[in-house]
């Protein structure tokens, strides 16, 4: 049977239902911490289609499709992590499975308010990540690594300003300069 990505976590499993983005983001991202996500490697072992060399990552196109590389080995997705830790002021290396980047991206935050807070960052990246998949795949689209980071800001921006009420107290351009201080002021 397909092992889970993240074996450790039970309990972190259990917490990412407490995060507050939608919850469809949430089950995506726990499907995928799951490693039960229709990536192409999961097609082929439940039998819906056989392997061929056409069915790389839509990103690169230089290896199968996994969960594990669409979301993190890929050079396209390593990037957009980048950016979302520069973004965020996130000093953290990629480590090497989904797993062990969900769990550090929980543990290293001790403050109440921004522990609160954390996972929207992690759900607007795969997020993101999975519906241009999804773009290229389904409709031929070609997508930019440039719009990516934008996408992310201005999905978790959505995202917070729902469970504000729609009352920021800051602009877009304050989100996307500094979204920890935005966070912080409530």
């Avoid at 469809?24 to 082929?44: A, H």
């Avoid at 990552?57 to 957009?80: A, D, G, I, K, M």
């Avoid at 607007?124 to 440039?146: G, Y």
């Avoid at 959505?158 to 920021?168: A, D, I, L, V």
């Amino acid at each position: 049977m397909d092992q889970p990505i993240l074996d450790e976590g039970a309990d972190l499993l259990r917490k990412l239902w407490s995060s507050f983005v939608p919850p469809r983001i949430i089950f995506l991202s726990w499907r995928m911490l799951q490693n039960r996500i229709p990536t192409i490697d999961q097609l082929i072992v439940r039998g819906l289609v056989f392997s061929d060399p056409h069915l790389s990552c839509p990103f690169c196109s230089t290896t199968l499709e996994s969960s594990q590389h669409l979301f993190l080995e890929c050079e396209f997705s390593r990037n957009v992590w980048h950016n979302v830790f520069t973004w965020t002021g996130i000093r953290l290396e990629l480590p090497s499975s989904l797993g062990h980047l969900f769990f550090l991206l929980r543990s290293m935050f001790l403050d109440k308010v921004k522990r609160k807070w954390r996972d929207i960052f992690w759900h607007a990246t795969i997020w993101v990540l999975w519906t241009n998949r999804n773009e290229i795949v389904f409709r031929n689209k070609t997508v930019s690594h440039f719009d990516f980071p934008y996408q992310i800001k201005i999905i978790s921006w959505h995202w917070w300003m729902y469970r504000n009420g729609c009352r920021p107290g800051f602009t877009f351009a304050a989100w996307c300069f500094d979204p920890w201080l935005c966070i912080l002021r409530g």
